[in-house]
C-alpha cells in the first residue's frame, strides 16, 4: 500500500479538535514520519500507527508547529525500548536544538539517532522501490518540501504468451528487465511479444509552509497526490502574502500547472472552526482535492 494518514492538519495553535502538523506516509512495510507538531505521539494511538516501523522522520522547517512533539516521541521510543536506528532529515539547526534539551534532562537513548542536515535540493533516502527527495519551498526560514516517488516498476509477464514460446522460469527476471529471449535454435523471441506494460510508478508529494510559488509546480510535475498548505481562505491573500503562506485557491493553482492527479490541503488557520469553505474554493480551480482530515488515510494513486 502507498498511502499518507493525516495526524495533523492544522497550523501554529491546536484548535477546534485539530493538532498541528503531522503525517505518517504509507508504503508496504515502511512507514515514514512528516513532521511531527504538538501531540503527534498521541495521534499515533489514536490511529492506531504502529510507530516502532518508522526509520525516517522528515522535519520541513523549525517552526514550532512542525517539531516540537519530536522530543517526547524520541523519549517515547526509548522508555519503549527501540534499539533500531532512527534517521531525523531536517534542517541542521535541529540536531542542537535536541541535543541541549537531552544534555539537560540527563536524557541517554537507547538506540542509534542519526541527524542528516538538509541543505540542497536532493535525493535523501533511496531504499529498493522508493526514494523520497527533498526541494526548497518560500517561506520565512528554510522550508523543505519533501517527494515520495516509486521506482519505475518491471515489466508484467504474459503467462499465455511464456507458454506459447517455452520460455523457461530461469529467464522471468530478465524478460521483466526488457530482455528478448534467444532460443537454443537461435531464434529471437521479442520481449514486446511476451511481456505487457508496468503498472505506473506512483507518487506523492508534500509542500510543507510557503507562499504561492509556481516553482513548485515544477518539481511536482504530474505527481500523483499532492498535499499544499492552505492557511488561508482566498479573501485573506494579502496576509498570506505578508506572512508566507498560501490561500485555497493558491494552492489548487499549484496542483493544476503540476497537472497533478488529486490535491490534499491541510495547515488551516486556527481562525476558522470550519473548513467546507476551504474545499469549495479549491475545488473552483482544481476539481479533484479534498481536505486533509485527520485520522483519514488517502490512497496514493492514478
Given amino acids: 500500500m502507498f498511502a499518507v494518514t493525516i495526524l495533523g492538519n492544522n497550523s501554529a495553535l491546536p484548535m477546534h479538535n485539530r493538532h498541528p502538523t503531522a503525517q505518517v506516509v504509507h508504503y508496504n512495510e515502511h512507514l515514514f514520519l512528516v513532521d511531527c507538531g504538538e501531540g503527534t505521539q498521541i495521534q499515533m494511538n489514536n490511529y492506531k500507527i504502529r510507530r516502532n516501523r518508522i526509520r525516517y522522520i522528515f522535519i520541513s522547517h ?6 516540537f512533539g519530536l522530543p517526547g516521541l524520541l523519549t517515547s521510543y526509548g522508555l519503549n525500548g527501540r534499539t533500531e536506528d532512527l534517521w531525523i532529515f ?5 540536531k542542537e536544538i535536541i541535543e541541549i534539551q537531552f544534555r539537560s ?22 531504499e529498493k522501490k522508493i526514494t523520497v527527495s527533498c526541494f526548497a519551498v518560500s517561506h520565512r526560514i528554510p522550508c523543505w518540501g519533501f517527494l515520495f516517488k516509486e521506482k519505475e516498476k518491471p515489466l508484467k509477464l504474459n503467462s499465455e504468451k511464456l507458454r506459447q514460446y517455452a520460455i523457461p522460469s530461469s529467464f522471468y527476471q530478465q524478460l521483466k528487465t526488457g530482455e528478448d529471449y534467444i532460443t537454443k535454435g537461435g531464434e529471437t523471441i521479442k520481449n514486446e511479444w511476451v511481456t505487457k506494460p508496468p503498472e505506473i510508478a506512483q507518487s506523492y508529494a508534500y509542500c510543507a509552509d510557503t507562499l504561492y510559488d509556481e516553482g513548485i509546480a515544477e518539481k ?3 505527481v500523483s497526490l499532492l498535499y499544499h498548505e492552505a492557511t488561508y481562505l482566498d479573501d485573506q491573500r494579502e496576509k498570506a502574502l505578508s506572512r508566507m503562506h498560501s490561500t485555497s485557491r493558491q494552492a489548487a493553482a499549484i496542483a493544476l500547472k503540476a497537472n497533478a492527479h488529486k490535491l490534499l490541503i491541510g495547515h488551516f488557520s486556527s481562525r476558522y472552526e470550519t473548513l467546507d469553505d476551504f474545499l469549495t474554493e479549491a475545488r ?11 485520522g483519514a488515510t488517502y490512497i496514493v494513486r492514478t
Fill in 90 to 94: 531536517s534542517p541542521p539547526m535541529l
Fill in 62 to 67: 523549525l517552526h514550532g508547529d512542525h517539531y
Fill in 284 to 294: 473552483e480551480v482544481f476539481p479533484n482535492t479534498d481536505l486533509a482530515i485527520e
Fill in 105 to 126: 534532562s540527563d536524557t541517554l537513548l537507547p538506540y542509534p539517532l542519526h541527524f542528516v542536515a538538509i541543505e540542497k535540493d536532493g535525493v535523501l533516502v533511496d
Fill in 220 to 222: 511536482c510535475k504530474g
